[in-house]
């Protein structure tokens, strides 16, 4: 995955664009996250936003749509393609400005980038 892909939805997901996926049910490859607070695409850097409740000490976390491996309207569920730890451990989202920070969002990014995609090794 490269920077530019990791800011779109794969080919194959599911997503339809235009398509509202808040409130969708999050499930990280280990169980659920959250929920989808609201997407957003600031500066072409299309991400979720996902209440994770009390799962993270009511946290929300920035999700690249480029980990996204699957969403299903009809389960109204969005699966992605790394743990939940993985997302623990991405850049603490704090504040709504940060969305619209491409700074911040460039070191999200380069946290999903950086994991290792499931099925494969690391180089």
Known sequence: M???TIWSYPPGS???EGQDLTGYGVLATDGTIGHVEREDGHHGMWHLVV???VWLFGRSAVVPVGVVAAVDPQAR???LTCTGDEVKQAPRFR???ETMDPAYLTAVADHYLRLTPRGSTPA
Do not use: P
């Open 14 to 16: 599911g997503h339809v």
């Open 95 to 97: 504040t709504d400005s």
């Open 51 to 53: 209440d994770t409740g």
């Open 2 to 4: 490269t920077i530019d």
């Open 77 to 79: 569920t969005i699966a």
